[in-house]
């Protein structure tokens, strides 16, 4: 605990005294989902909790996400730092390849993309978007997959020969702290929002990753009672290297009092079923129940996963009626066309 909280305006500050470029479409709104909370039933018909679902997934750059908050960050290193030419590695299903692709365009940069399980795949969903936007793709088989950082590194040393400056983004913290750091100004937000509706308490579900630990850091700093349940969507990479081993990068960079810390998120690690980017048959029902209801399209391998989760945790009784639950969409459209034979053959 901090000897004393930050005010809003101390914690804004220290965002705002970051290099910014700005990108996203902002604020993102915070809507009731009520046809889903009444849809939604406890053990022994209990109601359902109050639902809001924040809209990431409506930030602009290239159909939106949680990343394009991200990149306002990310991207004015890249310019301070003088690289001409972005090199990502990112698995086919990547929303992160596409919305770099997007932010690349905007900073007139060359942008590398190397594709991990992609070759043969169908040129649909996220890996279209990086066609259409220009990305020079590098699309790798399932064995090739194994050495693309060694694949990309060697893109790399070419084009610095060719006198390009190259940022390989997985090389750098840079890409790792950005999400968390642009999630305070994400829940700084959401404070203000939750406030307007009379809300002090609520509960967020979200995946558990670096988007998440933002709000934390705003929820914890600011002294709010906000409480915490990650999901994860995927066996690899694990937490404490992707979000819990930066904890004192993050508090060094914002200089606030306090961090986050693996106590503050409840993980729910049952839900990925055969790995990333397969659909699970709670995934398509909370896909088809979330847009059957208030209309909110959510995707099958980040926010439908979260949802299938938060459903699942609702059922069970582990959500209470008297809860107000803020659902955290952080974005994924395309991949529902990428999924689209499953999607629609599901009969529920």
Partial sequence: MPKAYLSRAELKAKVDKLPRVRMAHLPTPLEEMPRLSAALKGPGGAKGPRILVKREDMTGLAYGGNKARHYEFEMAHVRDEGYDTLINIMDYHSNNARMTAAAANKMGMRYVLVLKNAKGRPVQGNLLIDKLLGAELHLLDERE??????????????????????????????????????????????????????????????????????????????????????????????????????DQDIKKLLDVPVTFSKKDMAVLDGYVGEGYGIMTPAVAEAIHLAAQTDAIITDPNYTGTVMAALIDQIRKGNVKSDETVVFLHTGGLPAVFTFAEELAAWKG
């Fill in 145 to 246: 997959s194994e050495s693309a950082h060694d694949y990309a590194a060697g893109i790399q040393k070419r084009l610095e020969k060719e006198g390009r400056k190259v940022c390989l983004l997985q090389d750098h913290l840079e890409p790792r702290i950005s999400g968390m750091v642009a999630f305070v100004g994400a829940g700084l937000e959401l404070q203000e929002q939750l406030e307007a509706l009379g809300i002090k308490k609520a509960h967020f579900f979200g995946v558990a990753g670096r988007s998440f630990c933002g709000l934390i850091l705003t929820a914890k700093n600011l002294g709010l009672d906000w409480t915490f349940t990650g999901v994860t969507v995927t066996y690899d990479p694990p937490l404490d290297p992707y979000i819990f081993q930066h």
